[in-house]
């Protein structure tokens, strides 16, 4: 099935655009851009007084049903809507949603700063995640116990994750699963003998190891650089959906988030631009 891709056309006109007071937008879904969508309606409500934009996590599921039950405005997912979905809100609706590339990720793999590994292949974290690998001594490191730490089932961080670095396996039963990617970091940071993933731009108290794409590759970190030059090896789009054709405050919000001051909100919050 096919989606509708939204393709903005930002002028001058539009940034003049104002609303009534108490004009309001919903945005809800994915855990990894909380922090980046906030920032947005901030700024955003700041430079148009009356309007209030609500964002609320919870994953890019409960974002993409809460799109089909028409309780947001807009999704906030990072990943790629399913056919399934699709085929719900047209049935429902009518008519396939509306994507929009908003920013791009690199999946980080966190260590505790203490952790000796400084690297790891695409093979590897497999193993470590399927339960094939359990003592960091497998993979270079001390001898102990690896302890797992991921993302809940309706993540796209997790459903991402699974497809392309898991090859769609089945996740160790020992993952410890955690509501957001922040939740992982703060775990990983206190347990010297944990490992954790998650956007990029979560990275304090903790360490990011390079990635491979195989025991021979060079190990690439989560950089603007690397992952424009596809050079690391998981990382991914981040996406807002809609019903239909963005009109009124949410076109206005849109466009304004894939200007050059929205662009630059993600470089500051640590993803990397899609223009």
């Known amino acids: 099935m096919k989606k509708r891709v939204y393709m903005s056309l930002i002028s001058a006109s539009c940034v003049a655009l104002s609303f009534a007071a108490g004009a309001r937008l919903t945005v809800k879904g994915s855990d990894t851009m909380v922090i980046l969508a ?12 009356g309007t209030t934009i609500q964002v609320t996590g919870g994953g ?19 990943r790629p809507i399913k056919d399934k979905e699709i085929a719900q809100i047209k049935g429902k609706f009518g008519a396939a949603p509306v994507e929009i590339r908003t920013a791009i990720d690199g999946i980080a793999m966190y260590v505790h700063e203490t952790n000796p590994i400084k690297e790891i292949a695409l093979e590897q974290i497999k193993g470590i995640y399927t339960g094939a690998i359990t003592n960091w001594r497998q993979v270079g490191g001390a001898d102990a116990k690896i302890i797992l730490y991921g993302r809940e089932n309706s993540s796209g961080t997790y459903e991402f994750f699974r497809e392309h670095v898991l090859g769609n ?15 992982i970091v703060n775990a990983v940071a206190k347990d010297k003998n944990g490992i954790g993933y998650g956007g990029a731009a979560y990275g304090k108290g903790i360490r990011h190891l390079l990635v491979k794409k195989d025991a021979q590759s060079k190990g690439y ?4 650089e690397n992952i424009k030059s596809g050079e690391y090896p998981i990382s991914r789009y981040l996406y807002m959906y809609t019903l239909k054709k963005p009109e009124g405050l949410a076109k206005e919000f849109i466009d304004w988030i894939l200007s050059a001051e929205g662009q630059k909100i993600v470089s500051e919050v640590g993803y990397f631009p899609v223009k």
């Open 38 to 49: 906030q920032q947005w309606a901030e700024k955003f409500m700041k430079a148009h007084p």
């Open 60 to 78: 890019s599921g409960t974002g993409f049903a809460a799109l089909i039950n028409g309780t947001t405005d807009i999704c906030n997912a990072s």
């Open 169 to 183: 396996a089945d996740y160790s039963p020992f993952v410890q699963s955690l509501p957001g990617t922040a939740a």
């Open 221 to 224: 970190e989560p950089t603007v």
